[in-house]
């Protein structure tokens, strides 16, 4: 697998093709951007130097692992799902979880996305946060069609020709992503 670094340069390709031609590869504008858990430091590395560098396009940075905090603690998540558990026996208070953080964090790329318009770019780190609510792929599944801009996932884990292993423990296939 290409280092970090390597992948900059192709990084910066897909940010800054106006037409949007790399998408016909996948039918959708999302780029994940696998890397070793050795370069995690080199992450925000590579943002900072696509947000100097890319001047023709708005960049929003989204941290996943952040998001899903902001959304527990708006909404106080966590009280309401173990009072919820009190009444009900058979929940499961995970999976509860889950599905309300990826109902929120769906509303909230596709807010975003309509927010920065046709000139923005989103770049979305810390993703493997995500790994104990809910599949990548329902998140990507759900956006299809609804994200029209470029979106790049920088994704702690690995791939092959056929999926993507975030963590390097949870397998996701399907995935109609470009991945760099």
């Not at 504008?29 to 001047?55: A, R, S, T």
């Not at 092959?160 to 991945?179: H, M, N, P, Q, W």
């Amino acid at each position: 697998m290409a280092t970090l670094m390597e992948k900059y340069t192709k990084i910066t390709e897909l940010i800054n093709n106006d037409s949007l031609a790399w998408v016909r590869h996948s039918g959708v504008p999302f780029v994940i951007c696998p890397y070793e858990k050795e370069e995690h430091k080199d992450v925000m590395y590579i943002i900072n130097k696509l947000q100097q560098e890319i001047e023709a396009f708005h960049i929003e940075l989204i941290n996943m692992e952040q998001l899903l905090f902001d959304i527990i603690e708006e909404y106080e998540t966590i009280e309401g799902i173990i009072q919820l558990e009190k009444i009900e026996e058979d929940i499961d208070m995970v999976e509860e979880l889950g599905e309300f953080l990826l109902e929120k964090v769906r509303s909230h790329f596709i807010s975003k996305a309509k927010e920065i318009g046709p000139k923005g770019r989103i770049l979305v780190t810390r993703v493997g946060a995500t790994a104990i609510y809910f599949n990548f792929i329902r998140l990507l599944s759900y956006l299809e069609g609804r994200v029209q801009i470029p979106v790049v996932f920088f994704y702690p884990g690995s791939y092959d020709r056929f999926s993507v292993t975030l963590l390097d423990e949870y397998k996701e296939t399907a995935l109609r992503a470009l991945i760099i």
